[in-house]
């Protein structure tokens, strides 16, 4: 009785083939969510980026509408949204583009490269039994 209803519900029509691993493009395939997904998080420590990858994830990630001040040049470079030092001065500086701070202060209470490698791949994995979850929930939820 109910393997017949479950066939029903799979009949959403599937119109973009999705390239990237994420799927929180499900239900909102904007050009605006795409161009979030692309972004790849740069110059900042663990944790900041680990921050800004949820905001992405999660679709709580705004793009800056202009550049704005770096507080290291003081020119605006900063591209990058949530972040106050351009990248350049990230990388010349060796700070964390988002908190500002050298990276080498940062990591110590950080998470090594295999840590973090790890973690991502946990935090991947994560985001991609999500999505499923609420799926089944709503459908539970309308049967
Ligand atoms: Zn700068
Ligand atoms: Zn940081």
Redesign the pocket.
Known sequence: MSSEKGNAKRSRPQKYKNLHGFKNTLHDTSRRTKQINSIEVKD??A??TEIIEWKIKYKKYKLLAAPRKCVRCEEKTVKQAYTVACNSCAEKLKI?A??N?EKDK?AQSGLSAAEEASQAAQMEQELKALPERKRRKCEDDSS
């Open positions: 900042c420590c944790r900041c964390c988002k908190c701070q940062v």
